[in-house]
């Protein structure tokens, strides 16, 4: 508030006690005579003002981010209206190379070249940045505010994330250094073991008379557990094969898929140029012309088991004397009417739109008359709306299309799974036959 004042008036109200008000005016007097002005208080204190707004410069640092900055120029309106904006531009690649250089003088690296690679690259990736975030404003309307303190930071992180580095290099090295002293130990151990060894040699002659004969036991277990391995490598060639079929189906299915997407960007973009001002215009109509009628009488068909406001009979079907009485209803929310359309889609792929509420436009949506280009004459907001029902329709008339290749899709991915289940049994048995040989071969 008091910055306010200073800017706007030259003075901020109350600031000097009456004593320390005359003490300036008593010290201005002869300034003010030597200006050719009459000697009295209101011309001293006014004289001392105006040197005052001369020479009393203020500097303002404010950030654009947030909601104080907007604020604050609200309440406090001298703030925009008696003072210059200074822009900071953007940092020239060569004061960031500059700075990189600067901080990057005193961090070790594996050679000059490597330092000016890295440091080349601090302006670079900071210079990648502003432009994404230009492409993020044209694309989102988002700012992403990029800093000198930004580019501080990153300096910042790279000096951290290289210490951090090299001490987990230094501690890598010091355990492989570590390990090699433990090999040594061991090296002189086995040196001894073989000694003795030796002299064991006497007793392993006598067991190994033992062990040929549990070796023919093992080789009957051994090619009992190859047979049954052969079997399930059979099943598990077989999975495979049904998951490649599975996936061809999937890919072929999503395929048709994705060739609809455009369909529903199209749908999308005419919902896009409608505005709630449109649907007040639409509001005021006593009795529309028949083609808008037409347009929202499909919309309240396509709605009638998605939008609880669109009045429906036992069977799900629309159910209204009056379509556009009930149309009015519907947009007495233009917000809500347009967020259930720009929805629509995912009801259509969660199978909750009945294809009755398809069949009931099927007459209309065939009128030749049924256009966006003929209907913008009357309406744009119906022109839009019908733009919308004619590429949803279309989506939907690919989704349905595919509805077998889905269904072929699930029974494959049934057959996986029992072929899956048959093979699992498989590698069950298998391994409980490994286990027992594990054992025989042990004793072995």
């Known amino acids: 508030?008091?910055?306010?004042?200073?800017?706007?008036?030259?003075?901020?109200?109350d600031l000097f006690a009456g004593e320390d008000k005359d003490t300036i005016v008593n010290n201005i007097r002869p300034a003010v005579k030597g200006a050719g002005l009459i000697d009295n208080k209101d011309n001293c204190w006014n004289f001392y003002i105006q040197r005052v707004k001369k020479n009393l410069h203020m500097c303002l640092c404010f950030s654009p981010v947030g909601e104080s900055f907007r604020s604050r120029a609200r309440k406090f309106p001298a703030l925009v209206n008696c003072t210059v904006i200074d822009w900071f531009h953007p940092w020239p690649e060569d004061a960031l190379l500059s700075v990189a250089s600067k901080f990057l003088a005193d961090v070790e690296m594996a050679s000059d070249e490597v330092r000016d690679s890295i440091t080349?690259?601090?302006?670079?990736?900071?210079?990648?940045?502003?432009?994404?975030?230009a492409m993020i404003f044209e694309q989102e309307r988002r700012y992403v505010y990029t800093t000198p303190k930004s580019f501080l930071e990153l300096i910042k992180l790279f000096k951290v994330m290289l210490a951090k580095k090299k001490d987990e290099l230094e501690e890598s090295k010091s355990k492989y250094e570590a390990g090699v002293v433990k090999l040594q130990e061991t090296g002189e151990i086995v040196a001894k073991l073989?000694?003795?060894?030796?002299?064991?040699?006497v007793e392993v002659e006598e067991k190994k008379k033992t062990a040929d004969a549990q070796a023919e036991i093992v080789g009957k277990e051994k090619t009992k557990v190859e047979a049954q391995s052969a079997i399930a490598n059979v099943e598990a060639e077989k999975c495979s094969k049904i998951k490649v079929e599975v996936e061809e189906e999937s890919a072929k299915v999503q395929s048709d898929l994705d060739e609809a997407l455009p369909?529903?960007?199209?749908?999308?973009?005419?919902?896009?140029?409608?505005?709630?001002?449109?649907?007040?215009?639409?509001?005021?109509?006593?009795?529309?012309p028949k083609d808008i009628e037409n347009v929202f009488h499909c919309v309240l068909n396509l709605l009638c088991t998605v939008d609880s406001n669109v009045p429906v009979d036992k069977n799900g079907k629309l159910k209204t004397e009056n379509s556009w009485k009930t149309s009015l209803s519907v947009m007495a929310n233009p917000a809500?009417?347009?967020?259930?359309?720009?929805?629509?889609?995912?009801?259509?792929?969660?199978?909750?739109v009945p294809?009755?509420?398809?069949?009931?436009?099927?007459?209309t949506i065939s009128d030749p008359n049924f256009t966006p280009a003929i209907i913008k004459n009357k309406s744009s907001c119906?022109?839009?709306?019908?733009?919308?029902?004619?590429?949803?329709?279309?989506?939907?008339d690919v989704v349905i299309s595919v509805e077998p290749k889905k269904a072929a899709v699930r029974a494959a991915q049934q057959k996986l799974a029992e072929a899956n289940a048959k093979k699992e049994e498989m590698d069950i048995l298998v391994?409980?036959?490994?286990?027992?040989?594990a054992l025989l071969q042990a004793d072995f």
């Open 194 to 201: 073989e000694e003795e060894l030796k002299v064991f040699s």
């Open 120 to 133: 080349r690259f601090m302006p670079y990736s900071f210079k990648v940045v502003n432009e994404f975030s």
């Open 336 to 352: 809500a009417l347009l967020s259930t359309l720009e929805g629509f889609k995912e009801k259509i792929d969660q199978e909750l």
């Open 355 to 363: 294809g009755n509420n398809f069949k009931a436009i099927r007459g």
């Open 382 to 396: 119906a022109a839009g709306l019908c733009d919308w029902i004619l590429n949803i329709t279309m989506y939907y």
């Open 263 to 288: 369909l529903v960007e199209k749908a999308k973009e005419a919902l896009k140029g409608l505005s709630l001002k449109d649907f007040q215009n639409l509001k005021a109509l006593k009795s529309p």
């Open 431 to 437: 391994a409980k036959l490994m286990g027992e040989l």
């Open 1 to 13: 508030m008091f910055i306010n004042d200073l800017l706007s008036s030259g003075e901020i109200a």
